[in-house]
């Protein structure tokens, strides 16, 4: 594991921040992986801006990590004793967004049984985090705004505001620049937020990262699963397996990465899981490993040998296909001399799916 934030893509930038900020071991928790070179630069920039109690804006798309992230912040903050309040803001009804983030009064609506201080109040001293802020109402963005400039909130039905110390750390899968333009998020919170931005890449960038990520998932999956009945021997993927999660382009990122190798290790009848238990664990979605055979990452499981094997067996196949099993029409088509070399190719490049 290493460190960094996306506004570069200097390798030489990620080298140099890795020498004059060294990740410290907040910045080191079990599956946080990022070896490659965005992502390096944006922990180390993470690092130093996590103590500096500045707003912190996480863009990326669903299943990037941004709450990882936001966590990690946290945790190496100076308020790190104190709450992190995780708010999801898609999660809430629009009618009740402001109750639950200002809190409300007894009686100040109907349904309003009890008074709540909100999720706001909640993180004095602490971080509160707004998962997808740009799912919030204007009129709500309005209040927010006040809140973070006046340090106060004022419950509903309440004439008493309430001073309130928190970082504020927002996360959002939208390009809120463009909502702007869209007249759906407003300017001046948008800069109230973005003095730290934060914009995580997206799995199918971070090929150097896989091999480890899946290991982690494996090594943390079969923790889990060997405290109940019927798991009580580790899994492992075989080599085949751990090709198909390379080449699959991962559109749910690192999020649908850990669950399809969890529904993977669930349904597998045995501790060995194959290729096929992935392509299962996918939705049946197909992967086609002959098309992305340059594509190949260094790392796990890689070997040259393998791969020519792989693309000699393919083009074996379909040569007998398309000949009807013949093996001397078969030997034209690959353009080899002979039915002996074509025999002796097969023999040289064996490949068990």
């Not at 990590?65 to 803001?89: E, T």
């Not at 109907?110 to 998962?131: N, P």
């Not at 060997?226 to 382009?249: N, P, S």
């Not at 197909?286 to 393998?306: K, M, N, T």
Request: aromatic share 8%; charged share 25%; with cysteine.
């Amino acid at each position: 594991m290493h460190n960094t934030p996306v506004e570069s893509d200097s390798n030489d930038e990620a080298e140099s921040l890795d020498k004059e900020f060294p990740v410290d071991a907040e910045f080191s928790p079990q599956g946080l992986v990022f070896g490659n070179s965005h992502m390096k630069t944006l922990i180390a920039r993470a690092q130093r801006v996590a103590t500096l109690d500045l707003p912190v804006l996480i863009q990326g798309e669903s299943g990037t990590g941004k709450d990882v992230l936001a966590r990690i912040v946290h945790q190496a903050s100076n308020r790190r004793k104190a709450p992190f309040i995780c708010v999801n803001c898609g999660a809430i009804p629009d009618n009740l967004v402001e109750a639950e983030l200002f809190g409300h009064e007894k009686g100040a609506f109907t349904g309003a049984s009890m008074a709540r201080s909100g999720y706001i109040a909640e993180a004095d001293q602490g971080t509160l985090f707004l998962d997808e802020i740009g799912e919030l109402p204007l009129s709500t963005q309005v209040k927010l705004l006040r809140v973070l400039q006046e340090r106060e909130v004022t419950a509903i039905g309440s004439v008493h505001p309430r001073k309130v110390d928190f970082r504020i750390v927002a996360a959002t899968n939208r390009n809120l620049l463009q909502e702007i333009g869209l007249g759906r998020f407003r300017n001046d919170l948008f800069h109230r937020l973005a003095v730290a931005v934060f914009t995580i890449p997206p799995l199918r960038e971070r090929p150097e990262d896989l091999a480890e990520l899946v290991q982690v998932f494996v090594n943390s999956i079969n923790r889990t699963l060997m405290q109940h009945k019927g798991f009580d021997k580790k899994r492992k993927l075989t080599d085949k397996a751990r090709e198909l999660l390379h080449i699959y382009h991962w559109p749910g990122n690192i999020r649908e990465l850990h669950n399809t190798l969890l529904r993977a290790f669930l349904w597998s009848e045995n501790n060995v899981i194959k290729s096929k238990d992935i392509q299962e664990a996918l939705f049946g979605v197909q992967v086609a490993p002959v098309s992305s055979i340059l594509g190949r990452e260094f790392g796990h499981g890689f070997r040259l040998a393998d791969i020519l094997s792989e693309v000699a067996d393919h083009y074996f196949d379909k040569a007998l296909r398309e000949s009807g099993g013949n093996k001397s029409s078969a030997t034209r088509l690959l353009g080899l001399p002979n039915a002996t070399t074509f025999s002796n190719w097969r023999k040289k490049y064996p490949w068990k799916k």
